[in-house]
């Protein structure tokens, strides 16, 4: 059985080579760009022949769709630029790939704010990302894409960890936030659902709540607050930016 990594990036240049380092089991790497503005395609090209262009963004799903078709192996492994297979990860990786067709799910642990973030609902933060290509594929969603499981197949779990390094700084953090807050209402109006800023205060507080004292986030130290307000604030932001959309209007 041959294993396809895929990855789909975009201006990933400080974080790309980091993560080729990490895919050297697989028998093939296969880069979809978005349309880089920095060394991306460059850095991608010392690891693979395989680096595809796709400029005209359509969604996170749409964009991965596009990345399953150009893989040629038995299995694809989805991974974003900012994650890292670890040794025990990658073995696991070997064996799974080695049986039985399944959809594989691995424990991701996230670096954040100087912190490996442990709590927080954050951990063990399993994500589907290993699955034969002729048996799953992602669905077409703007944002918050899934991993469809169209041939039934069993799901388990892998042993090791998927590192994942998520913000630079606090600005890369804000960045991203407004990024998805946006795709999510866009996906949201679209459906004709209308937003109230009341809600978005609830859900920002119950956010807080959750992540802070439910799931244990203060055992996180400092990193694990600054995560939980800051969680608290993109939730408020996401119904926001639903509630421009629907309550108000371009001026006269």
């Known amino acids: 059985m041959s294993l396809s990594a895929v990855l789909m990036v975009k201006n990933e240049a400080q974080n790309l080579a980091a993560c080729l380092d990490t895919l050297g089991f697989a028998d093939e790497i296969v880069v979809v760009d978005g349309g880089s503005e920095?060394?991306?395609?460059?850095?991608?090209?010392?690891?693979?022949?395989?680096?595809?262009?796709?400029?005209?963004?359509r969604g996170f799903g749409v964009q991965r769709q596009r990345a399953e078709a150009y893989a040629s192996g038995d299995w694809i492994l989805m991974i974003d630029a900012d994650e890292r297979v670890t040794p025990q990860l990658a073995q696991s990786i070997r064996e799974a790939i080695a049986g039985p067709p399944a959809i594989l799910s691995m424990p991701r642990l996230s670096w954040c704010f100087g912190a490996f973030i442990r709590h927080s609902g954050w951990y063990p933060d399993p994500v589907a990302r290993l699955y034969p290509r002729d048996g799953a594929g992602y669905n077409d969603a703007l944002v918050h894409e899934k991993l469809k499981n169209r041939s039934g197949l069993p799901e388990r779990s892998l042993e090791g960890d998927l590192l994942h390094y998520t913000y630079r700084d606090l600005r890369h953090y804000l960045e991203k936030s407004a990024h998805y807050a946006e795709a999510w209402s866009e996906a949201r109006a679209a459906r004709g659902k209308r937003g109230s800023l009341a809600a978005g205060i609830g859900h920002g507080i119950g956010c807080f709540l959750r992540m802070y004292l439910l799931r244990a986030g203060f055992l996180d130290g400092r990193a694990g607050l600054l995560l939980a307000l800051?969680?608290?604030?993109?939730?408020?932001?996401?119904?926001a930016d639903l509630w421009v959309r629907t309550h108000t209007g371009s001026p006269d």
């Open 230 to 239: 800051l969680s608290a604030h993109s939730t408020f932001a996401k119904y």
């Open 38 to 57: 920095d060394a991306t395609r460059e850095i991608a090209a010392r690891y693979t022949d395989k680096v595809f262009v796709e400029a005209q963004w």
